[in-house]
């Protein structure tokens, strides 16, 4: 069964034609191939693949097509800016803390822990808050030859446990799989035992104890992999990450592309992940209630005042990676702008 989108084809159309992108004859058709921190069987994945791949090459006029692949699919998960700056690859599609190694500052933009409320907030962020010059900026001091499409937020991790974490305190001596940098960071204050692995490896650790939890993704995406069948403990609404993806593209492959298909591009992008964001928002809902309803599940919710220390901890977490680098300075301060700038935090922050 197709995955059903909530936008009609029709809006395209429309978007299209308001940037002024031809829908007439095609030139001879270009992919681009695009890796992303997916595995093959997320549910955001196969949402892309099937209902907004094709879309692009409508808003072209068939001259530019994407290929999205799954991580790893053909250089490591941490090496894709450099495939990308090389040609390589065109472009990715991908968590940005995988380069948290580099700079601090591509930790705190990857996800600033337990700081925004909810993935339509950071897509704010992204597209009209600063994020994504933001983004750019890093890239153009470490990683020259990528050009930044955009970046955003689709959801906000549920968390996944074989053991019940109901508060603060019960995080002490799990093991929890998280990415490098500043989440495993919040984690280590937590009192848990960050464990560095890629998403792609997270059910097996789960199933042979190597890990008792997992910053993973959403709970769709956490269902579609089976990961609730093994670890039955997981918390929604989420309590932690609401990761920040980049789609970037290399410089060459952008100067290569026509005024109307880079326009298309990022049209393409925003409408895209708008999109998946409000369908992963359902489709979680959806698979909560059930999960509830059947009984083997226990789906936990931690009370506000739970929330409130984490994030207290998060908080300090911030301050500490923002000293760490002139440009994680420069990072930490347009996220707290922005923040404060939608109520987030207020002016004494």
Request: hydrophobic share 45%; net charge negative; proline share 4%.
């Amino acid at each position: 069964m197709k995955i059903k989108s909530l936008n009609k084809a029709s809006t395209i159309v429309a978007l299209a034609a308001a940037f002024g992108i031809g829908l007439g004859t095609a030139a001879e058709a270009r992919t681009l191939k695009v890796q992303t921190s997916a595995t093959a069987s997320h549910f955001t994945l196969a949402f892309l693949n099937e209902t907004w791949v094709p879309r692009l090459k409508d808003m072209t006029g068939g001259s530019l097509e994407i290929e999205l692949l799954p991580i790893k699919a053909v250089v490591p998960h941490r090496e894709t800016p450099e495939a990308v700056a090389m040609g390589i690859l065109d472009g990715d599609l991908t968590s940005i803390n995988y380069f948290a190694g580099r700079d601090p500052s591509f930790a705190l933009m990857g996800d600033l822990i337990a700081g925004y409320d909810s993935a339509d907030q950071i897509q704010a962020y992204c597209a009209i808050g600063g994020g994504k010059e933001m983004l750019q900026k890093l890239y153009d001091q470490y990683q020259p030859g990528v050009k930044v499409i955009g970046c955003g937020a689709y959801a906000r991790e549920a968390f996944v446990s074989s053991v019940p974490v109901r508060g603060v305190a019960d995080f002490k001596g799990v093991k929890v799989r998280s990415p490098e940098g500043l989440a495993s960071e919040v984690f280590k204050r937590a009192g848990a035992s960050p464990v560095s692995l890629p998403g792609s490896e997270v059910y097996t650790a789960l199933e042979k104890g190597v890990i008792d939890a997992a910053d993973n993704s959403a709970y769709a995406n956490n269902d579609a992999n089976g990961l609730n069948k093994i670890a039955k403990f997981p918390i929604f609404p989420g309590i932690h990450s609401t990761p920040i993806l980049q789609f970037t593209v290399s410089q060459t492959a952008w100067d290569q592309m026509t005024a109307a298909e880079q326009a298309a591009l990022e049209v393409w992008y925003l409408a895209a992940y708008n999109d998946m964001r409000r369908i992963v928002d359902m489709k979680d809902r959806e698979l909560v209630a059930r999960d509830k309803a059947a009984g083997d599940i226990e789906v936990i919710d931690w009370p506000q005042s739970e929330r409130d220390a984490f994030r207290e901890i998060a908080v300090g977490a911030w301050k500490d990676y923002a000293a760490s680098s002139e440009m994680a300075q420069e990072v930490y301060a347009s996220h707290i702008a922005f923040m404060k700038k939608i109520g987030l935090l207020n002016a004494d922050f």
